[in-house]
């Protein structure tokens, strides 16, 4: 059973203890801070996924205050649910809705009937509200520890490969769509500086990045762009933002659809930045501290190839 299953089930259940029109769950969401995650409702009108801004709505005052709310009488001039379209919530006569524990995100529920809530209400609800947060925190943690183990192994594959590939090209090529599948990252491309120490190229990619990467590879701004600032400060970044566009990372327009999430690692060695190893998705998903952590233990494996292949590009000139 998905998430969605389960949380909506649940909030059928809800529906039938309080005898309610409908009944909604509001959880995190990386682009938004919080979003309509589930429904259950005896009608069709319920905006389904859409966002909630801080304070919006009386669900974003639970959110925002974290305390709970009982409307006997429901008035529209004294506050906007904001989660149907149309004109169904002309129709609602009571609500009734609480703050989740230990996750930004509210429990509520509706009713076409003039109720008198009371505190039995509220405590059962709330225990409603306790037992969701509960699933999301369970799942949230298995899902990390999944890829945790999944990156974890890629990382142990990605240390061999350059015993089995000793080739920059070929090791290139294994390493970028090693990390790319082990990640869930649509994109996984590796940045480094020009000779001409202002710009910086793509030299390889598990996927084309640009609709025109198959013509070769294009030159970019160190002045401008998130991958241009890690070259300069020696810094990664880690974005979960639907709006990471071409412009934003690149510092060059582009038309492509924008990334939702992001990671920029910098490649040292000899104190140096020598190059900048990204990973981007244009697919939703999460971004936890494990896809951070491997990362940072790709970059670092890279670095030691790449100084490798330094030093013995050096005894080779010496040895002529």
Known sequence: MTRQDVFSTVLQLV??????????????DPRSGCSLAASFSLGDSVRQGMALAPGQGLAGWIIREGKPLLISDFDRKRGVLGYYSGKAEDEIRAFLGVPLPDVM????????????????DLKILSEFAALVSQLYLEREEIAENLTQTRLSQCLRRISGLARLYPKWSAYLRHFLNEAAEASGFEHCFLAVQGDAAKVFTIEGA??????HDSSGPESFPLSGGMIGWVFKNNTPVYSQDAEITVQRLFGVPGGAMPFTRLICEPVCFSRRVWSVLALASREEGALYGAHKEFARGAADQMASFLETLRLKSQLAKRGQ
Do not use: E, I, T
């Open 105 to 120: 995100g509210a429990l509520c529920l509706d009713s076409k009937k003039v109720h008198g809530f009371g505190d039995k």
């Open 15 to 28: 529906c039938n203890v309080f005898d309610s029109y409908s009944a909604v769950l509001f959880l995190p």
């Open 206 to 211: 598990s996927r084309a990045v640009f609709p």
